[in-house]
């Protein structure tokens, strides 16, 4: 039976306009300009396409022509569930751009065409089963000769294969059978889809033991090391990827990484632990300029070697989840979070400081702001007068207190 394939979709990310940085999954990628499916390269992050968006009512291209949207293609599978997991393990924003009639007009094609596919498979078996019970006819024909007819060929002298003219009526005297086709010989597709599901979990029992061999031999590995290394700072380290890698971690980063639930999460863990922050801030996973922003200056990418180690390790715990397009973008989104974090803390510090430059600060004491007549007033007889109510009292002075001038 040959079942008909999907057309196949792509995962992108809207690059400017409304959708900036949001997620489209089920884009079919005839609607991509110039994309090649064969040549395309998910690590690549910096190309970009040109996507002709063909959603429409009646899926026909109205007078003013079909729009046109700038994007990063992402990912692409014949699959549109598993470009969903694949967003949700960016945790991305879902754009509201979505082709949701194509995408039921691919469902009902798609459901037709199997249809059809299995109707004419269904009449080639009938077919073929009515082929088989001729032929069952044919030899059971072949079979019910008369008694006489079974003696003459007993009766017969047997060549032995010496005189292959003995036989002179091959219609009468042929004793060779054919085999029969036995029922067994077909395998219905239900058997097939219980093979396919015994082969599936042993393949999964298999990685599962393998993962545990690898865990097993990176311990043992670890601890043939740590006896070897006689120096206290190497004790408490780790040496991630292979051994000889010369990429060494702190323990405590090691088990903290390990205990990620993601192979995105462990890579981006590791990294932060390996590169410093500064370098982290000033490049990107290949380094290079940007084809998408022509004004973003050009990076420099991470050290190949101590990248190569995080992989290794990363790889080691994730055998089968493990992609690199989703782990190169993984770092690339943590790079780019720590420069828009850390230009937006610039933004703020320098917003406090011009507003402090134009702050007066006075040198004024509190009194000179006082009114007039919340001033203490005296007059020349030595009598203080409060205009405050709290104090009406009026305080005198005895005549010794004044000094005598003398004449």
């Given at each position: 039976?040959?079942?008909p ?15 900036d940085?949001?997620?489209t999954?089920?884009v ?11 040549t395309?390269?998910?690590?690549n992050?910096?190309e ?6 063909r ?7 109205s007078?003013?022509?079909w ?13 549109l569930?598993s ?7 960016l ?13 039921e ?25 009515s ?18 007819e ?8 047997r ?12 219609e009468?005297h042929?004793?060779e059978e054919?085999?029969?086709i036995a ?7 239900e ?18 033991e ?5 865990e097993?031999?990176?311990q ?10 006689l120096?206290?700072?190497l004790?408490?380290?780790?040496e991630i990827?292979?051994?000889?890698s ?6 405590n ?16 863990s590791l990294?932060?632990?390996l590169?410093?922050?500064?370098v ?5 996973l290949?380094g290079?300029?940007s ?25 080691q715990?994730?055998?089968a ?13 943590m ?20 507003g ?5 600060i ?7 702001y ?6 203490p ?31």
């Open positions: 039976m040959s079942v394939k999907k057309p196949m979709l792509a995962l992108v990310q809207w690059i400017g306009g409304d959708y940085e949001t997620y999954p089920g079919p990628v005839d609607w991509i300009l110039d994309f090649d499916p064969l395309f390269d998910p690590t992050e910096n970009s396409y040109v996507i002709e968006w959603e429409c009512k009646k899926n026909k291209k007078n003013k022509g729009k046109y949207y700038d994007a990063r293609v992402v990912q692409i599978s014949r699959s569930k470009l969903e997991k694949q967003l949700a393990l945790e991305g924003l879902v754009s509201p751009l979505r082709p949701e009639r194509t995408l007009e691919i469902r009902k094609n798609f459901k037709s065409s199997v249809k059809r596919t299995l109707e004419d498979d269904f009449n080639d078996f009938g077919a073929e089963q082929r088989i019970s001729e032929l069952s006819e044919k030899r059971k024909k072949k079979k019910n000769f008369t008694a006489g079974q003696d003459e060929i007993q009766n017969q002298p060549d032995n294969g010496e005189n292959s003219d003995a036989i002179e009526d091959p009468t042929e004793i054919e085999p029969p029922h067994e010989d077909f395998i219905s597709n058997q097939i889809h219980q093979d396919n599901q015994s082969i599936k979990q042993v393949l999964k029992d298999l990685v599962s393998i993962r545990t061999i690898k097993s031999q990176t043992i590995l670890q601890r043939q090391l740590g006896n070897q290394n120096q206290p700072e004790n408490a380290q780790v990827g292979h051994p000889g010369n990429v060494f971690v702190r323990r980063q090691w088990d903290t990484a390990d205990s990620r639930d993601t192979f995105q999460s462990m890579g981006v990294v932060k632990a590169y410093e922050e500064d982290l801030l000033r490049s990107n290949k290079g300029a084809k998408i922003d022509k004004n973003a200056p050009q990076r420099p990418g991470l050290d190949k070697n101590i990248l190569a180690a995080i992989k290794e390790a990363v790889k715990k994730f055998p989840e493990f992609k690199q397009s989703l782990f190169g973008m993984a770092i690339n989104n790079m780019t979070d720590m420069r828009k974090k850390t230009q937006a803390a610039a933004d703020i510090q320098s917003q406090f400081l011009l402090r430059d134009h702050t007066v006075s040198q004024k004491s509190p009194n000179d006082l009114d007039i007549t919340q001033r007033l005296r007059n020349y007889s030595g009598i203080t007068r409060r205009s405050d109510e709290n104090h009406p009292t009026i305080t005198e002075r005895s005549p010794s207190d004044h000094k005598v001038m003398p004449e």
